[in-house]
């Protein structure tokens, strides 16, 4: 019963995992873009949140409500002043910009708000956990579980049946037909960058409740949100689901061996995968044309 | 800084030639400004090595710090600049190399004579390494050799004999007279720095530059027209592991101790990064810009915190954005400078009146 509960654990783990890859996920299918600031979004907008709450003196729940537009727009803006830009300058030039912006961020963050640990007072939504025989359901944990379920199937949803979900699609598919069929690509990649740092941020708040939040966070968020996207497959946002549920669920299990090997283990599985299917498991053959470069 | 190979039609020259009369132009590598260049570096490197003769070791231990810095970068733009191979994983080898060398000063060898050991580890862990990175291309390629460091530090911190998460000292060299240390590790400082750019030249200007520029720009095309291109990307990753290795070697004799959350930072990476965009992407000259302007700003800006790395960070991303060919390449582009040419030339002759 125990192994069955640390991996219902893990799988609740892992739900947060992909609740901040799915946005990764997202922008890596439609643009090509690999957000390497993507962690560090998602930890500002934490600590925007706990400043939120200090100034405006308002609970948690508000403040997570009033930070997501603010994150939407924060994507948005980014989207239409650098990563346009970096996605026009050439194949390098995203990676180089999105790095920058990682370490400016942590930089930042630092000298703002010191190197220390900062909790995040959950104040109403606590962290309260049921029980159901053997197994345990942490409040927060099922929460993060049931907003991944959410925000992936609403944006797989969107995506099939909404024409922006079309937009999408099609300028996934060539961004120049896409031009050509009357569609406007800056201000639809605009949203989805903005959804993409929302969904992070939401993410990246609710697993700072658990664990504190610092200014370097991000970086360890970045991993496991990519090695989930990567996992999955790219392309799939199911598939970004469950590449966080099988990090979560080996970190887990492997710590009730080893607790120093938690991590390793998980980044273990990772490389075992890119070696072994590079497409991911749920990736399609351009998938792997993307991680390889199509190299004869 | 256009490639050109020699017996390519040369462009029309500036005076269309007179029918009968052969083509005006003369094909050269070389130039009158890359003998005088070479010859400054020859006479910087002697002038270089008697400092800790004049200046003391106050000032020669920033140097070191500089020295390193500008190795750091020219091995990481023969990566990226030249291989297309953005790696934000290279401080596994500084990590790799310290550790050797310090296992092999354990094992009784010297510390400076053991530099080429660690080098050559840090080489065979790479030619491993790639058999995983092999296939993976950009963002794939940049966030796998990040892992991989990341393994390698989560690994040593787990492990008694290394240390684990506290690190290891250099007993040996402890018990050196300080002067004599700290000569020494200038000197070899200066050494690593002028085998890894003076190599890195060296290696752009022989058939590899040619096959890794095709490489890094499109490798399809580059394979369609007979260029190898694994071999290209594997000698360029495993010979920049080597510089690498000897730099992390040259880490822990310069700082006498070493730990895992130090020496594998990803901090390296940033750095590496800045100092390579900020220079030059792609050009020899553009690293060791790159790397005065980190070192300096290090140094001006050090009371003021991590500001500096914030502002570096945005100096990057414009230059990314704004002029992708960096300082260096803003200036030889203009000017058409090229202190330390690699690419043919085509020079049109001026007839004589």
New interface residues.
């Given amino acids: 019963m125990t192994w069955l509960n640390d991996t219902l654990q893990g799988i609740f783990v892992g739900g947060g995992y992909a609740l901040t890859a799915v946005g990764l996920s997202l922008m890596f299918g439609v643009m090509r873009l690999v957000n390497l600031a993507h962690g560090d979004l998602a930890v500002c907008a934490t600590y925007l949140v706990t400043s939120m709450m200090a100034a405006l003196g308002v609970p948690f729940l508000a403040a997570l409500l009033l930070m997501l537009p603010l994150a939407f727009a924060a994507g948005a803006v980014l989207q239409l002043a650098l990563f346009d830009r970096a996605l026009r300058t050439g194949p390098l030039a995203p990676l180089l910009v999105t790095f920058g912006l990682s370490i400016m961020i942590q930089n930042l963050l630092q000298q703002t708000y010191s190197a220390n640990v900062r909790g995040v007072p959950a104040g109403s939504i606590d962290v309260s956990a049921a029980h159901l025989g053997g197994l345990v359901l942490p409040g927060l944990s099922v929460l993060k579980l049931a907003l991944a379920l959410v925000v992936i199937g609403g944006l797989s949803a969107a995506l099939r049946f909404t024409g922006w979900g079309r937009r999408v699609r099609a300028t996934s598919d060539d961004v120049a037909i896409a031009r050509l069929q009357g569609i406007r690509v800056r201000p639809l990649f605009a949203t989805v960058t903005g959804i993409a740092i929302a969904a992070a941020a939401l993410a990246g708040t609710l697993g700072a409740v658990t664990t504190g939040v610092y200014p370097t966070l991000g970086t360890l968020t970045l991993i496991f949100a990519f090695e989930a996207v990567v996992i999955g497959g790219l392309g799939s946002l199911w598939g970004t689901l469950l590449g966080g549920i099988l990090i979560g669920v080996t970190q887990v299990l492997v710590s009730q061996v080893s607790v120093p090997y938690a991590t390793l283990a998980s980044q273990l599985l990772f490389l075992l995968v890119l070696v072994v299917r590079p497409e991911g498991l749920f990736g399609t053959g351009e998938a792997a044309g993307q991680a390889t470069g199509a190299e004869a | 800084m256009t490639m050109k190979r020699p017996g390519t039609p040369a462009p029309p020259a500036a005076r269309p030639p007179a029918a009968g009369a052969t083509a005006p132009v003369q094909v050269s590598r070389w130039s009158t400004a890359a003998t005088v260049t070479t010859a400054c570096a020859a006479v910087a490197v002697v002038l270089l090595a008697l400092a800790p003769y004049v200046i003391g070791t106050n000032l020669t231990q920033p140097m070191v710090t500089l020295f390193l810095l500008a190795a750091m970068a020219s091995l990481w733009n023969l990566l990226?600049g030249y291989a297309?191979m953005?790696s934000?994983g290279q401080q596994a080898y500084l990590g790799i190399g310290a550790y050797a060398l310090y296992l092999l000063g354990r094992a009784g060898i010297s510390p400076f004579a053991a530099i080429p050991l660690a080098a050559a580890a840090a080489a065979v862990a790479a030619a491993g390494i790639f058999?995983?990175l092999r296939?993976?291309?950009?963002?794939?390629f940049?966030?796998?050799s990040?892992?991989?460091a990341?393994?390698l530090f989560?690994?040593v911190?787990?492990q008694g004999w290394l240390g684990g998460g506290t690190g290891v000292g250099l007993q040996q060299l402890s018990s050196m007279v300080p002067v004599v240390r700290e000569a020494d590790t200038y000197w070899t400082a200066l050494a690593v720095l002028v085998l890894c750019a003076g190599g890195g030249y060296l290696l752009v200007r022989s058939r590899f530059g040619l096959d890794s520029r095709a490489t890094g720009g499109e490798?399809?095309a580059a394979?369609?027209v007979g260029v190898e291109?694994?071999r290209t990307r594997r000698l360029a990753y495993v010979l920049a592991a080597a510089g690498f290795g000897a730099i992390g070697a040259m880490l822990i004799i310069s700082g006498l101790y070493i730990d895992p959350a130090s020496v594998f930072n990803?901090?390296y990476?940033?750095d590496m990064?800045?100092m390579v965009?900020i220079g030059g992407?792609g050009t020899i000259e553009g690293p060791l810009i790159g790397a005065l302007i980190l070192f300096a700003a290090q140094q001006v800006f050090a009371q003021y915190?991590?500001?500096y790395?914030?502002g570096i960070?945005?100096l990057?991303?414009a230059v990314?954005?704004l002029a992708?060919a960096g300082l260096w390449g803003m200036v030889s582009g203009r000017r058409g400078w090229s202190l330390l040419p690699v690419g043919y030339r085509v020079r049109s002759h001026r007839r004589s009146p």
């Fill in positions: 990226a297309g953005i934000f058999l995983i296939r993976l291309s950009g963002g794939y940049a966030v796998a990040w892992v991989v990341e393994c989560l690994y911190t787990t490798p399809v394979a369609a291109v694994q990803i901090n990476s940033a990064l800045f965009v992407l915190g991590a500001w790395l914030v960070g945005a990057a991303i990314v954005l992708p």
